[in-house]
């Protein structure tokens, strides 16, 4: 997952190649952006409720791996309308009379693709430091394994003078 949001934050550009925004956007391609980063949100927030779910969410470190899940979930849910917000400008920008009347909307359109953008890469990096905290703990585990009690014996303690009977 923290990888698919890195991707996305990164191939999903806006800009051509000269930084400039294009003079007709495409309304599809910036909506299936928004419809893409909705669906690594649904996977973030199922991923965040299933760890939520398990008994190690309540230990220490469950409880640190979860709130790294859900600043991801938030951050990712976020994305969405922004991606979506960009779409809807590009649609009408293409009904824009002049480019005096397009430049505030195609302004307001980078900005809100990059804070898009933006929400997708910290979701990838809350999704990291939620993985390095279970790392640091299960090789922290590795080190000290856990101590093995005795076997607990079962019934009443047989004496010598018991046996035989």
């Known amino acids: ?5 890195l991707d996305a934050a990164q191939q999903w550009q806006l800009l051509d190649e000269n930084g400039r925004v294009p003079a007709s956007p495409s309304y599809t391609d910036l909506l299936q952006h928004a ?22 969410s309540t230990n220490r470190v469950g409880r640190a791996v979860l709130a790294r899940l859900a600043m991801a979930s938030t951050m990712s849910s976020h994305a969405v309308p922004c991606f979506a917000e960009t779409a809807e400008t590009a649609l009408a920008l293409s009904r824009a009379a002049t480019p005096i009347i397009k430049q505030y909307p195609a302004n307001s359109m980078v900005i809100e693709h990059a804070t898009a953008r933006a929400y997708l890469r910290r979701a990838s990096e809350s999704l990291r430091d939620a993985s390095k905290e279970l790392d640091g703990h299960l090789d922290f585990h590795r080190f000290f394994p856990a101590r093995q009690l005795p076997p607990v014996r079962s019934g009443p303690a047989s004496h010598g003078s018991d046996r035989g009977r």
Not at 43 to 52: E, I
């Open 1 to 5: 997952m923290k990888a698919k949001l």
């Open 35 to 56: 419809v893409d980063a909705q669906a690594l949100s649904h996977n973030v927030v199922q991923l965040t409720a299933d760890f939520a779910r398990t008994p190690h």
